[in-house]
């Protein structure tokens, strides 16, 4: 008979009643209580706890080939004292939607449906530990460092406890030899036990706090009074008035500064304003030079144009006087205006064979053509004085450049030497201003470090206080839960009691004068007769120390009412043990203590046994416990035409 918890206790139930692997053509029932599923080497028992695993938690990312023809897993299973119709598809993206129903009860609650993500605050895994009774609850990352950092507690790191794989019960305690599922491990170990309380652990990191800030103060104290007691510098009332000074100076040298500044932004000095006033006057006079220039250049070209057609013209005249003919008696051979070839015999004189019209028949007028000449030779007279007086300007206008452009030279640069000294000189001025201001700073800054010095060396003492106050306020408050720990010490003590009854059960070998278990209270790990799990001799012995470890935890929560769902699978439980002989019998050991357990908590923890053979005796007495028999013939995952009839009879 065991221990049983007298309080009314949360509910943990987390039974499968059937699994339905959608596409894979196969649909599993299971029972209260134990449940046993017998098969060869490789034909999907294995596949079939992870993907149990995947339906309660995350989906595996190393399952074999063959699954990828399962497109969900459905499944109808109890979580605490509701069931629930569960449809999760063969995603592992964390926004995957799962779908759930409940079933209604007897007690006529209705049914109410869900649709969860996969992953994330709120989702699918924090739903099944509120439905489990199981604390959703962040944890810090690091064990024994102070850490903001935190880590939730997922329902994967529960299901350490509850699926052990093959790969796993001979090597490992639930995974302990893995860094981060270790870290979870215990964590959940601490929860479940009650040594783990989030106010205690708060308080606990505030006290690992306190104490690194204790060191550091400590340290920077001495620091501080070495480097002061190296120091000859006056005392703390002569330091302020020296700051006092400095001060004052630098706001005397910033008020120069500006000044300066100022100054050079001004209006430069007399001669300076002259100078610049008679530079600009002289730019303006040449340039109006230069365009009276660019203007005679143009009009001395225009007249010799025209002396050009007046001379042409005189020639003309001279040549019809002489010839007694029109000057516009010349013959065509192309149309002036549109450059066709002209036919001189397209008419008859005295008709023009250009225009078509009758030609004069008179002489022309001699004594017009002579006035005419006079006129174009005294046009030639005027055009050639003008011509005359627009060069003798334009030289005049050339020599007024020339000194015009001596006298810009002269200007500019006496008015660069008469702004280079100004600008030497303010520069000057505020080279030294700031050279000052630089000083003056620094002996400020240096000022004011050491007074925070003196001031922190003063304050120290008393910062210190604080602090180690505050660290005895958080030790009475951590003691003041003392009682939290002793409870946890009663549940580890029991812990270990029921794996020493479970293991004298198995016949184990006896590995010293007396069989003793006790769990690490630093590692959570067991240890037989002193020795460690890593240091058992044999696999054999290994598993089953494993199987009796697991089969404890689950029957002391159930006893105690610790937090611990109630559903535990077992992989390869005879794996590493032969059929006969000493090693035979322990199998059959292990099977009945498996019936016995679940006899006596078949309605709260469900166990799931998954072996490649069972003994002739087991098979024969527990057969209605056996829920899926798999072979060569009839895999795991198949297609529906060959596993129809397997799922029918499982």
């Not at 609650?109 to 992953?119: D, F, M, Q, T, Y």
């Not at 700051?243 to 706001?251: G, N, P």
């Amino acid at each position: 008979m065991t221990e049983q918890q007298t309080v009314e206790t949360e509910r943990h139930d987390l039974r499968l009643d059937e699994i339905d692997l959608v596409g894979g053509a196969r649909t599993v029932s299971f029972q209260p209580g134990l449940n046993l599923v017998r098969g060869d080497i490789t034909t999907g028992k294995t596949t079939l706890i992870r993907l149990i695993h995947a339906l309660l938690g995350s989906i595996s990312r190393s399952l074999p080939p063959e699954t990828v023809a399962v497109r969900a897993i459905r499944g109808r299973v109890l979580l605490g004292a509701r069931m629930w119709n569960i449809y999760r598809p063969m995603v592992t993206t964390k926004e995957t939607p799962i779908e759930l129903a409940s079933i209604p009860t007897e007690d006529g609650a209705e049914s109410i449906a869900v649709r969860l993500p996969a992953g994330g605050q709120g989702g699918y895994g924090d739903f099944l530990l509120d439905q489990l009774g199981l604390p959703v609850i962040s944890v810090p990352r690091a064990r024994r460092e102070p850490t903001n950092e935190l880590s939730p507690v997922t329902i994967n790191d529960w299901l350490l406890y509850c699926i052990v794989t093959g790969d796993d019960l001979d090597t490992q305690v639930f995974g302990h030899r893995d860094t981060f599922r270790d870290l979870k491990r215990r964590w959940v170990f601490e929860i479940a036990y009650g040594l783990y309380d989030e106010e205690i652990a708060n308080l606990a990191a505030d006290l690992r706090r306190i104490d690194l800030e204790i060191r550091a103060s400590e340290s920077e104290a001495e620091v501080i009074r070495q480097f002061l007691a190296g120091t000859t510098i006056g005392k703390p009332e002569e330091l302020e008035a020296q700051l006092a000074t400095q001060q004052a100076r630098l706001t005397e040298l910033r008020s120069q500064a500006a000044s300066v500044s100022s100054a050079s932004n001004a209006e430069p000095g007399e001669e300076i304003g002259q100078t610049r006033a008679a530079l600009l006057g002289s730019r303006q006079e040449l340039d109006t030079v230069r365009s009276e220039i660019r203007q005679h250049q143009a009009q001395l070209r225009d007249l010799g144009e025209l002396q050009r057609q007046l001379s042409s013209l005189s020639k003309r005249l001279t040549r019809s006087i002489v010839a007694d003919e029109w000057m516009v008696d010349f013959d065509f051979v192309v149309c002036p205006r549109c450059g066709q070839d002209v036919d001189q015999h397209r008419t008859e004189s005295p008709v023009c064979y250009l225009c078509e019209q009758p030609e004069p028949t008179s002489a022309p007028d001699r004594d017009a053509l002579i006035r005419e000449q006079d006129r174009v030779t005294f046009q030639m007279a005027e055009t050639d004085q003008l011509i005359a007086e627009r060069t003798k300007t334009l030289e005049e206008l050339r020599l007024h450049e020339e000194d015009l452009v001596g006298n810009l030279a002269n200007l500019s640069g006496r008015l660069d030497n008469l702004t280079r000294d100004f600008v030497s000189a303010q520069a000057a001025e505020l080279q030294s201003v700031a050279a000052e201001t630089a000083t003056v700073e620094a002996n400020v800054e240096w000022i004011k470090r050491y007074l925070m010095l003196v001031d922190r060396q003063a304050d120290q003492s008393g910062y210190l206080d604080g602090l180690r106050e505050r660290k005895l306020e958080l030790e009475e408050q951590i003691e003041a839960h003392s009682t939290s720990v002793v409870v946890a010490d009663d549940n580890i003590d029991a812990l270990e009691k029921r794996i020493v009854d479970y293991l004298t059960r198995l016949h184990v070998p006896q590995l010293g004068d007396l069989l003793t278990v006790k769990i690490n209270r630093t590692t959570y790990l067991p240890e037989v007769s002193t020795r460690t799990f890593d240091e058992l001799s044999s696999q054999g012995l290994k598993t089953l120390v494993n199987v009796a470890h697991a089969l404890a935890h689950h029957t002391v929560a159930i006893d105690r009412g610790l937090e611990m769902p109630g559903l535990l699978i077992l992989d390869g439980v005879s794996a590493n043990s032969g059929k006969e002989g000493l090693e035979g019998d322990r199998i059959v050991d292990m099977y009945k203590l498996f019936d016995e357990i679940a006899n006596e908590y078949g309605q709260q923890l469900q166990l799931i046994i998954v072996d490649n053979d069972l003994p002739p005796d087991v098979a024969d007495e527990m057969s209605s416990r056996i829920v899926l028999t798999l072979s060569q013939e009839a895999r795991l995952i198949g297609t529906p035409a060959s596993t129809e009839g397997d799922s029918a009879s499982a």
